[in-house]
């Protein structure tokens, strides 16, 4: 499957952005999905995940409260609904799908920068 992230973008601290997962090429309703995020100089952190259902959802702790994500198996593509936004929420963010039967997540697409100034 391949992922399409967009919706990234500048924003003052407080603002809201919502970033798209667009997917194709095959049944996106068939894999869990999530969003990982590397800020600079560190790893990439699993931030949000949905599974193929559409539940159990999982939030980082550090974005509980103020991250949703969400899946339109009907249009492909996912969301990551993210409010309060803070300085630390800046980075690059990618989407991430996975078959239900692993733990992994084997697609990854292109990654959409988020910068959140103070």
């Known amino acids: 499957v391949q992922l399409q992230a967009s919706g990234g973008g500048l924003v003052q601290a407080g603002d809201s952005l919502r970033l798209s997962c667009a997917a194709s090429g095959r049944t996106f309703s068939r894999y869990k999905m999530g969003w990982f995020r590397q800020a600079p100089g560190k790893g990439r952190d699993l931030v949000a995940a949905?599974?193929?259902?559409?539940?159990?959802?999982y939030y980082a702790d550090s974005v509980k409260g103020r991250f949703t994500i969400a899946r339109d198996d009907a249009k492909n593509t996912g969301y990551l609904q993210m409010t309060s936004l803070k300085p630390e929420d800046t980075a690059v963010y990618y989407c991430?799908?996975?078959?239900?039967?692993?733990?992994?997540?084997?697609?990854w697409g292109q990654g959409t920068q988020v910068t959140v100034s103070s």
């Open positions: 991430v799908a996975g078959s239900p039967i692993t733990s992994s997540y084997q697609y």
């Open positions: 949905i599974s193929a259902s559409g539940s159990p959802t």
